[in-house]
Nanobody, 120 residues
Framework: QVQLVESGGGSVQAGGSLRLSCAAS????????MGWFRQAPGKEREWVAN???????MYADSVKGRFTISKDNAKNTLHLQMNSLKPEDTAVYYC??????????????WGQGTQVTVSS
């Protein structure tokens, strides 16, 4: 059974940093595309970043240069380092995994989400 469990969310002032983690079980992060999405109140869920089986990363323009996605394959854990946070980064952040080495297409598995709140 696949399970993705996010942690590391919280409240921070603008300009601050947070590091999200996603512990994966039932999937091997080395072989899966994994990504982060977020959903702000009243808005649709949006893609934030992903990392494929080769370790290649992609970012949404809104977070490029501020966020860094990484995988610890030994611990089967996905991370999102978020720096220079802005109030518009406030959202529930979701970890997701795709049953494929590469990141084209729909994601199969989702975590329950962790809240990130950035105050001005």
């Amino acid at each position: 059974q696949v399970q993705l469990v996010e942690s590391g969310g919280g409240s921070v002032q603008a300009g601050g940093s947070l590091r999200l983690s996603c512990a994966a079980s039932g999937v091997t992060s080395r072989w899966y595309c994994m990504g982060w999405f977020r959903q702000a109140p009243g808005k649709e869920r949006e893609w934030v970043a992903n990392i494929d089986g080769d370790g290649r990363t992609m970012y949404a323009d809104s977070v490029k240069g501020r966020f860094t996605i990484s995988k610890d394959n030994a611990k089967n854990t996905l991370h999102l380092q978020m720096n220079s946070l802005k109030p518009e980064d406030t959202a529930v952040y979701y970890c997701a995994a795709r049953s494929d080495y590469y990141c084209q297409g729909e994601y199969t598995y989702w975590g329950q989400g962790t809240q990130v709140t950035v105050s001005s």
